[in-house]
């Protein structure tokens, strides 16, 4: 056997592992990859695959890859005789390394790997040291897009622009823990024909636009349905409107001045939900790209793409029905056109190598045809896999108690800031009922019910899969058993106390202290603990929250079977398992972090 050609998946994937900090299946697969020498001289290598196996298996991890090295020399003049043979190849020709305590072939040629315990309690008493941030994925992107909340000027921001605010700034606050650049985009919807009619309505409603100011303008919501209640009924004001779209776009500046009046309206109110949200945004709309766009869309025309369709111009797309429409039939622009443009600005102006955009699930089909034009530009590479990348992150609908979509009694849509102000009350209500206003001063009691409440409404949308649509209740979500925010951070609170009430200076111990698992409670505790990064990773490429709660629920189940099973103050372990406390309570609050939830510490 000689070395092979290495694939270039391995090349990148080799490249991502000299930084493997923390993460187990890297950290085995590198190992693993050593062994990958032993393929036919001139074949490709297979990547080393290795899983972490289910709870209460005897082993922690699997590998895969004799099975996958049988399938390149097997009818090759092999001495093997099978998998199970490449297997025991495999582990034989395996380096020694502290992290593992065995291996051994299981079944068809699985490579079962049992870590050692005394690596793992030495990697956990490291992070206790290092700080959580050492056990952050690393990713091979160095510069991202997010673009989320994106709401639209004047119309409604409902509870889908709920979701998309709390899914990308989770998704955001992974790319940033995994040491990524992210820019946060608010991708508002500043631009386009409603902004005739509004504006038309408020020079009736507002001679002196100067004198207009927030409270005069009432809810935006109102004034929206108003002006188009009188746009659908009266042609003389639809003229108008029309005619006020052409000025504002033409730049003249008393248009451009109404128009930013109200833009700034809005943005005070989708300020007021960031800010209680604690999500941190930066607002580019969509008038933003309008210096670009005729540029852009001529760089496509140039190339060949654009074609002439019922008098607009349109991209014509593989597998759609549709073509993508780029210039409507009046020389405007559109959706696409800007979201294009905005691609080519990430791209090539920013300089991004993956671009995520956060919405419903109804708007796939227009981002699969925009990133699909992009591909045809030549903008993308042809596998949407390989960086730079795009990726539309869906989710779907919220639903009422009733089955229906979300609404509360007074309106037909659901104001965000109300939302948030009941979960509040009703978090502070529960906790009156525990006696803890008499417990605590009204801050910590403000705090707490903010902290529970945010955090509730927050988890209960990041649980779901993105995809599904779920159901919200406040009831469920408030409650302090099962998977919800509540019984996490109590749990997490709990922690805390255990540690406050041993009277030990946890940081000293930290420093001194040796941490063991020899219990198996406090292995499979531990084992959990340094998944952590992987899960991270995991939750990253995959774009998917879900697996962080997933997994933190998890850890607080494995913490309350261990504190169930183990001692911990007054026992001989006492050190060893307080540092466990400790390292279980980082993790959790780096968790709660991730998704943008304020923990507590005391209940
Ligand atoms: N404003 C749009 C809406 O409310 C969402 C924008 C999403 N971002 C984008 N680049 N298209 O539906």
Redesign the pocket.
């Given at each position: 056997f000689a070395f092979a050609t290495r694939a270039k998946s391995l090349a990148t994937m080799a490249a991502v592992n000299e930084e493997c900090t923390g993460n187990l299946k890297r950290q085995l697969a590198k190992l693993f990859d050593v062994s990958l020498k032993l393929t036919v001289p001139g074949e490709p290598s297979v990547e080393p695959l290795v899983a972490a196996s289910a709870p209460g298996k005897f082993e922690d991890y699997q590998c895969n890859n004799a099975m996958g090295l049988w399938s390149i020399i097997k009818g090759k003049g092999t001495q093997f005789k099978g998998p199970p043979a490449v297997g025991q190849a495999l582990v034989k020709s395996l380096p020694t390394s502290e992290m593992v305590e065995s291996c051994s072939v299981a079944g068809p040629g699985f490579i079962n790997v049992v870590l050692s315990p005394k690596w793992m309690a030495k990697s956990i008493e490291n992070m206790l040291i290092d700080g959580v941030d050492t056990w952050a994925p690393s990713l091979p992107v160095k510069r991202a897009v997010v673009?989320?909340s994106?709401?639209?000027i004047a119309?409604e921001m409902h509870v889908?622009?709920l979701r998309?605010t709390i899914i990308g700034d989770t998704i955001a606050r992974m790319l940033e823990f995994s040491k990524v650049e992210v820019l946060r985009?608010n991708?508002?919807?500043d631009w386009g024909t409603q902004f005739g009619m509004l504006i038309e309505y408020l020079f009736e409603k507002f001679p002196d636009t100067d004198s207009v100011t927030e409270t005069a303008i009432g809810d935006l919501q109102v004034f929206y349905k108003a002006s188009k209640h009188k746009f659908d009924l009266d042609e003389e004001f639809k003229e108008k409107a029309q005619q006020a779209v052409v000025r504002l776009q033409g730049g003249d500046p008393l248009y451009r001045k109404a128009w930013a009046k109200i833009c700034d309206i809005s943005r005070t109110e989708f300020a007021m939900v960031y800010q209680r949200l604690r999500v941190e945004l930066e607002e580019k709309g969509?008038s933003f790209y309008n210096p670009y766009i005729s540029k852009v869309i001529e760089e496509l025309n140039t190339k060949g793409l654009v074609e002439e369709s019922e008098g607009a111009r349109v991209i014509f797309l593989e597998g759609f029905n549709i073509p993508l429409m780029v210039v409507k039939s009046d020389g405007g622009f559109n959706?696409a056109s800007?979201?294009l443009t905005?691609l080519w600005y990430r791209l090539n102006e920013e300089k991004a190598e993956w671009i995520i955009?956060?919405?419903?699930v109804g708007?796939q089909q227009?981002?699969n045809m925009f990133f699909k034009a992009a591909r045809k530009a030549g903008w993308l590479p042809e596998n949407d896999e390989t960086y730079p990348r795009v990726n539309h992150v869906g989710f779907g609908l919220v639903l009422g108690e009733d089955g229906k979509r979300f609404r509360t009694r007074a309106t037909d849509v659901v104001r965000l800031v109300d939302l948030l102000d009941e979960a509040k009350t009703r978090s502070k209500i529960a906790l009156v009922e525990h006696g803890k206003d008499k417990e605590w001063t009204p801050e910590e009691l403000d705090q707490t019910a903010e902290a529970i409440g945010y955090g509730a409404v927050k988890y209960a949308d990041l649980k779901n899969n993105r995809l599904t649509n779920y159901t919200f209740s406040f009831d469920q979500m408030l409650n302090d058993k099962g998977n919800t925010a509540v019984y996490l951070l109590y749990a997490h609170a709990r922690i805390c106390s255990i540690i406050r009430k041993s009277g030990k200076d946890i940081d000293e111990l930290k420093k001194t202290g040796n941490l063991a698992l020899d219990h198996p409670d406090e292995r499979a505790l531990g084992l959990h603990l340094l998944r952590f990064a992987e899960t991270v990773e995991e939750a990253c490429t995959n774009l998917l929250p879900s697996v962080l709660c997933e997994y933190l629920y998890y850890l607080s189940d494995y913490y309350t079977r261990f504190y169930s099973n183990c001692q911990v103050n007054g026992s001989p372990e006492e050190t060893s398992r307080l540092l466990l406390c400790e390292a279980t309570a980082i993790v959790m609050r780096k968790c709660f972090h991730l998704l943008g939830i304020t923990p507590v510490y005391k209940i």
């Open positions: 673009d989320f994106s709401p639209n119309k889908g622009h998309s985009r991708h508002v919807g969509e959706y800007t979201d905005a955009y956060v919405t419903d708007q227009h981002f």
